[in-house]
Nanobody, 122 residues
Framework: VQLQASGGGLVQAGGSLRLSCAAS????????MGWFRQAPGKQRELVAG???????GYADSVKGRFTISRDNAKNTVYLQMNNLKPEDTAVYYC?????????????????WGHGTLVTVSS
C-alpha cells in the first residue's frame, strides 16, 4: 500500500484546511486509517482514526474541530480541520493499519505516507 498525503499549508488561527490521503491497493476498504502529527521536538501522536466500518476516534485536543472521513470508492481518507490553532502546527501523516481493529499506537500502523506540513499562524 502506498499513501500520498496532500492539502497542508499556511493558515491563520481560526481557519480551516482539508487534508487528503490517496491510497493504492485493492484492500484499502478493509484497513483502519489514521492521521498522525508530529510537531518539532515532540513525539508523533494519533490525531484521528477511522475503521473500515466508519467508526471514528479523535485525540481530545482536536475533538469538535477535526473530522476524519473516508471514501472507499476513491481509496481516499480525509481530515477536515476547522478552527485551527497555532498548537496544531505540525507535519501530518496518514497511515494504514492492516487490521479491522483500531489502535492509537504509532507502531500499530503498517504503512505510512510522506507528511504534509500544516502551519497555523497566530
Amino acid at each position: 500500500v502506498q499513501l500520498q498525503a496532500s492539502g497542508g499549508g499556511l493558515v491563520q488561527a481560526g481557519g480551516s484546511l482539508r487534508l487528503s490521503c490517496a491510497a493504492s491497493g485493492r484492500t484499502f476498504s478493509g484497513y483502519v486509517m489514521g492521521w498522525f502529527r508530529q510537531a518539532p521536538g515532540k513525539q508523533r501522536e494519533l490525531v484521528a482514526g477511522i475503521t473500515s466500518g466508519g467508526n471514528t476516534g479523535y485525540a481530545d485536543s482536536v475533538k469538535g474541530r477535526f473530522t476524519i472521513s473516508r471514501d472507499n470508492a476513491k481509496n481516499t481518507v480525509y481530515l477536515q480541520m476547522n478552527n485551527l490553532k497555532p498548537e496544531d502546527t505540525a507535519v501530518y501523516y496518514c497511515a494504514a493499519r492492516a487490521s479491522s481493529t483500531a489502535t492509537t499506537r504509532v507502531t500499530g500502523y503498517d504503512y505510512w505516507g510522506h507528511g504534509t506540513l500544516v502551519t497555523v499562524s497566530s
